[in-house]
């Protein structure tokens, strides 16, 4: 992966072009979100689907807003994130739990380190990589706080270097003592499965369409009268421009389902939503998320018809965690533990004890073994019974 995909969203002159075509005022909110990046431009960009600004003839990257909106993946990303979040970070020497836990148990900030941490693992998902500051103590060795960078706060240049948000939406470089860089062990979703989401996307807005118009593909068809021009510059004259536009807008209409056809026009049905790429389409669409996130299928309700038992159940939460979560708690602490942020002999892990061990173990008694058959033994035979 090269370094200049590191880069926040997209190129400067093509987000400021479509600042321009939006012409949208930077909206004035009360609540902020932990996600939401800090410059202006970004906010006025910020839930908004490149796609509804360009249109959708301009190939433009796969947004996480617009990948969030797919239930699959928001379902994915909630499991994978809220585990991260509840998975306690502990600091060792050796294989001794430091008393002092400092950073890894608390930010310093608002934000406590369950919310740092599942941000983390939200930025690694659908980016691949994600960005802490870090407050260094006197001695350069022990790290006083560790906070996340927002996503688009921060960038790296050719070499590497961490670049930082000064607060008008320029970055600038930094102490590289000051901040640490989290690579991913794999793509993020949004670069290497676009296409897996995008095709879930539109399932979900094909399910959407058919349950406004059950009946989604209309003709109007002239049978009599002078033919309908295509268009016109006079905006009273009745066209097949207008016409459809009339006929659209009344479809779409809380009262949709009645209408009235002009003398001249006919409405005929050519078909409907396939009821076979609405049902088993999305659940498979959702099947392929489970794969591109590495999460059992039934953790994201797209099991199919098979039971779901307590054994299954119980392997499927090991592995969400060694194949899914492990992905990022892996990723994280691998460079929590390197000596540039930790003292040489200390490491940085997440404690999984509670998570890979069967919180309900069958204590029922095993069964009764038979006793055992001494074949050394000949069988005496059967007495005789007198006549």
């Known amino acids: 992966m090269k370094l200049r995909a590191l880069l926040p969203g997209i190129r400067d002159e093509d987000l400021r072009a479509a600042a321009v075509t939006a012409v949208v005022a930077p909206p004035v909110l009360d609540l902020g979100s932990p996600w939401a990046p800090t410059h202006q431009l970004a906010r006025v960009l910020d839930g908004l689907v490149l796609e509804e600004i360009l249109g959708p003839d301009v190939?433009?990257?796969?947004?996480?807003?617009?990948?969030?909106?797919?239930p699959a993946v928001k379902r994915a990303r909630n499991i994978i994130c809220g585990t991260v979040a509840q998975v306690p970070l502990r600091r060792y020497r050796g294989d001794q739990l430091l008393a002092q836990q400092g950073w890894a148990a608390s930010t310093g900030t608002v934000l406590s380190a369950a919310h740092r941490h599942a941000m983390t693992a939200d930025d690694l998902l659908f980016y691949g990589w994600s960005c802490w500051s870090r407050e260094p103590a006197a001695d350069g060795r022990e790290s006083l706080t560790m906070n996340r960078i927002p996503w688009g706060s921060w960038s790296a240049d050719e070499v590497g270097r961490v670049l930082v948000d000064r607060g008008d939406g320029r970055h600038v470089l930094v102490d590289q003592r000051t901040v640490?860089?989290?690579?991913?062990?794999a793509e993020g979703i949004l670069l290497d499965?676009?296409?897996?989401?995008r095709h879930a996307a539109d399932l979900q807005r094909a399910a959407h369409t058919a349950a406004r118009h059950p009946h989604a593909y209309f003709a109007l068809r002239q049978i009599d009268g002078t033919p309908l021009k295509a268009s016109s510059e006079d905006p009273t004259e009745i066209t097949v421009?207008?016409?459809l536009s009339?006929?659209?807008t009344a479809r779409r209409s809380r009262d949709g389902g009645v209408g009235f056809?002009?003398?001249g026009l006919v409405a005929e049905e050519y078909g409907a939503f396939s009821e076979h790429l609405l049902t088993e389409g999305r659940n498979a669409a959702a099947?392929?998320?489970?794969r591109i996130t590495n999460l059992p299928a039934d953790l994201l309700d797209a099991a199919g018809q098979g039971s779901l038992t307590y054994t299954n159940a119980r392997d499927n939460d090991r592995r969400a965690i060694q194949q899914g979560v492990g992905l990022y708690l892996t990723a994280m602490q691998a460079v929590l533990s390197q000596d540039a942020v930790t003292p040489a002999g200390q490491s940085t892990r997440f404690d999984l004890a509670d998570w890979l061990?069967?919180?309900?173990?069958?204590?029922?008694?095993?069964?009764?073994?038979?006793?055992?058959v001494d074949v050394s033994r000949e069988t005496p035979a059967p007495a005789e019974v007198p006549a």
């Open 246 to 248: 009339t006929w659209r």
């Open 241 to 243: 421009e207008s016409t």
């Open 59 to 70: 190939h433009v990257p796969l947004a996480r807003a617009e990948a969030m909106r797919v």
């Open 287 to 290: 099947v392929d998320v489970a």
């Open 357 to 372: 061990e069967d919180p309900t173990p069958d204590t029922a008694a095993p069964p009764a073994r038979p006793a055992p």
């Open 193 to 197: 499965s676009s296409g897996t989401i």
């Open 180 to 185: 640490v860089l989290f690579p991913g062990l």
């Open 261 to 263: 056809i002009p003398r």
